[in-house]
Nanobody
Framework: VQLQASGGGLVQAGGSLRLSCAASGAIFSINDMAWHRQAPGKQRELVATMTNDGSTYYADSVKGRFTISRDNAKNTVTLQMNSLKPEDTAVYYC????????????????WGQGTQVTVSS
């Protein structure tokens, strides 16, 4: 199973970016798909997550500005980021939890490579 993230870049404060992540492989199901971020000198933090039945969670710092969505049929997750602030600058990672691979009973968690988001003031 591999997760491929894309969509990062440089944007001015107040602007928008859309991150996408696609999981590939012999995937039967995925429980939760999420976005995390890590700013320089800080710990990685959870930004938003969506369960396979559509429930969502957002960090307080992004509520009202970011929207997570997923396509269960395509095993993709996106993060629409609006009203970006300089403090949103970080490397963003997508994450798939509880991934069940076809033919295997156990589940595992996977991470994509990070994508850099830089918000200039």
């Amino acid at each position: 199973v591999q997760l491929q993230a894309s969509g990062g870049g440089l944007v001015q404060a107040g602007g928008s970016l859309r991150l996408s992540c696609a999981a590939s492989g012999a995937i039967f199901s995925i429980n939760d798909m999420a976005w995390h971020r890590q700013a320089p000198g800080k710990q990685r933090e959870l930004v938003a997550t969506m369960t396979n039945d559509g429930s969502t969670y957002y960090a307080d710092s992004v509520k009202g500005r970011f929207t997570i969505s997923r396509d269960n049929a395509k095993n993709t997750v996106t993060l629409q980021m609006n009203s970006l602030k300089p403090e949103d600058t970080a490397v963003y990672y997508c994450n798939a939890e509880g991934v069940r691979v076809r033919g295997f009973a156990r589940t595992a968690d996977y991470w994509g490579q990070g994508t850099q988001v830089t918000v200039s003031s």
